[in-house]
């Protein structure tokens, strides 16, 4: 078994509290000689967007974060990791509860083999997608209307009007583990009950409800670069946490750097 150190830290770690592994990665790796973001930006190529690679960065002892917890935790390393931008260590996933990531990235339903994998596991590179905010989605995303009602606005897939103004209530992303990202579809249903004036209401609309939350319409499902959305007041929520207000417009996109997962073939 490779070294250990285990650090016990709040169910969604706190950057105060994941400054400890931005002391491993520097310890690790100083000072970065690949090329920057903002010098892959500028490469007049596309390659960094095709099917996911391998971190160019020399390492001799890999920096290997296992994460225990659930999608929202995982994000919270995640955006960290992205943020500070070394992307190049690896990241493994325990999760503590039903799981959207590791259903996407196939980590075993059982504890046991999830933490062998995560200890003795093979990197296999994925797509990471990010906010224009720049929170990092582990394992879903939503865009719905702030009232949880119809959506009022627009949503688009690369190029691809993915929802019309009323006509749904908005949609769903997860990341890919190839290219181009992301697979986004449209939800016939909402995400949560609507928004009533009193408790009574909210009750009647839960009884008066036949069809699950958070249903999709599976033929419209797109696969895509980037997620766009505009509308007065969208509700954007990244693994299971709402914004704290609402916007007029959200983005996701694949970041420019891949990450380095743990997990078993597809």
């Known amino acids: 078994m490779p070294d250990v150190d285990f650090h016990q830290v709040s169910a969604i770690p706190t950057r105060q509290e994941l400054k400890l592994i931005d002391a491993s990665a520097a310890a690790i790796l100083p000072s970065d ?7 892959i930006a500028r490469q007049p190529d596309v390659s960094h967007l095709g099917a996911p690679q391998f971190a160019p960065q020399p390492i001799d002892k890999p920096l290997r974060i296992v994460v225990v917890g659930d999608d929202a935790a995982l994000s919270a390393v995640l955006t960290r990791m992205m943020r500070a931008d070394y ?4 990241v493994a996933y325990v999760p503590s509860s039903a799981s959207t990531a590791a259903q996407n990235w196939n980590i075993p339903t059982d504890s046991d083999a999830a933490w062998a994998l995560a200890l003795e596991g093979e990197v296999r590179p994925v797509p990471l997608i990010r906010t224009d905010t720049g929170l990092a989605v582990a394992g879903s995303a939503t865009v719905s209307s702030w009232d949880h009602g119809p959506l009022v606005g627009e949503i688009i897939v690369d190029d691809t009007t993915l929802v019309h103004s009323g006509e749904r209530f908005g949609a769903r992303l997860v990341p890919m583990v190839d290219a181009p990202g992301l697979l986004a579809a449209a939800a016939v249903t909402p995400f ?25 319409d599976a033929a419209s499902a797109r696969t895509g670069r980037a997620m766009q959305a505009g509308g007065p007041e969208l509700r954007v929520s990244v693994d299971g946490a709402s914004g704290k207000r609402p916007v007029k417009r959200s983005t996701f996109y ?11 073939q597809s």
């Open 33 to 39: 000689p690949t090329p920057s973001l903002d010098e």
């Open 87 to 90: 992307m190049w260590a690896e």
């Open 192 to 216: 949560a009950y609507p928004e009533a004036a009193s408790r009574w209401q909210r009750f009647r609309q839960k009884l008066a409800g036949t069809a699950a939350l958070g249903q999709l």
């Open 254 to 264: 694949r970041h420019l750097r891949d990450l380095q997962v743990v997990r078993p």
